[in-house]
């Protein structure tokens, strides 16, 4: 369940292969996008004929410096390694349709692209893009990030839809929409989660915890077969900050419970200085 430096680094390298494969054999060459930054590398290659592979690193790189000094330094470093071997890699895989029919390929686009970008997500990197602007933003303000993406990826389609041809665009948008689901199923996309901590080291794990930027209430609980007492902790995150939370419990007390729900709503003050 939780992550260790070198299974992320063999499971972010896994997802790049799948990554690049999405690309150069179902998205590529049918001139279709996948949604955040990939989308807008992607559009601009089809446009200028410019090497999108470089293009995806280079849209990324501003991102990933900006991410570097606010976010943490696993987080950006795993994200760096995605995008700058996704980047290479996208060089090596010959463009090559594997199918004609535009629809698969939308399909089996977003089908690769939401697996490798749900694997990276649980590793605790990311794809970069949209994903290391969801951690900044989330990191400081409780903001709407999730219809702010979706616009963006809005105006990358209609963009496409405009000079493309509104029929590539459509299958754009279902390629998104794969991969969104996708990405789902590997990794809680939802926007804010509520994680229930059963431990016995409390004094430790709650330092660390306390640490962030979000606050921690303290419940005593018992277990009903063992009637044991045990300190349970609960607290609220973003997605973009279960990878992070997840390695600080493991590390703290790799035998507690944990119990993470989706939230529908935070009323009060999310986030708290530090």
């Not at 990939?38 to 410019?50: H, L, V």
């Not at 990358?156 to 990405?183: D, H, K, N, P, Q």
Request: glycine share 10%.
């Amino acid at each position: 369940m939780f992550n260790r430096t070198p299974l992320s680094i063999v499971s972010i390298l896994a997802s790049i292969v799948l990554f690049a494969a999405g690309f150069n054999f179902f998205l590529v060459p049918q001139h279709l996008l996948t949604g955040g930054v990939s989308g807008i590398a992607m559009m601009i290659g089809y446009f200028t004929d410019w090497n999108i592979g470089l293009l995806l690193f280079l849209l990324n790189l501003p991102l990933m410096v900006w991410g570097w000094f606010v976010i943490g330094r696993r987080f950006i470093v795993l994200s760096i390694l995605f995008v700058a071997a996704s980047s290479g890699l996208l060089q090596v895989f010959p463009v090559v349709p594997v199918i004609d029919d535009p629809l698969l390929g939308s399909v089996f686009g977003g089908v690769l692209v939401g697996i490798s970008t749900g694997i990276a997500l649980r590793a605790g990197g990311s794809s970069g893009g949209f994903d290391i602007l969801g951690s900044i933003v989330t990191k400081y303000r409780d903001f709407p990030l999730g219809s702010t993406l979706f616009t963006l990826n809005g105006f990358v389609i209609l963009s496409m839809g405009y000079l493309e041809g509104w029929e590539a665009a459509l299958y754009s948008m279902i390629s998104i929409y794969v991969t969104g689901r996708i990405v789902d199923a590997i990794h809680v996309r939802h926007v804010k989660l509520t994680l229930f901590i059963v431990t016995k080291r409390k004094e430790d794990l709650l330092a660390k915890l306390m640490a962030r930027p979000r606050g921690v209430t303290v419940l005593k609980s018992q277990g009903a077969f063992s009637n044991a007492e045990n300190d349970m902790l609960m607290t609220v995150v973003t997605r973009y900050e279960l990878a992070e939370v997840r390695k600080i419990i493991h590390d703290t007390d790799p035998d507690c419970f944990v119990n993470i729900v989706e939230t529908a709503g935070v009323i009060g003050q999310f986030r708290r200085d530090v």
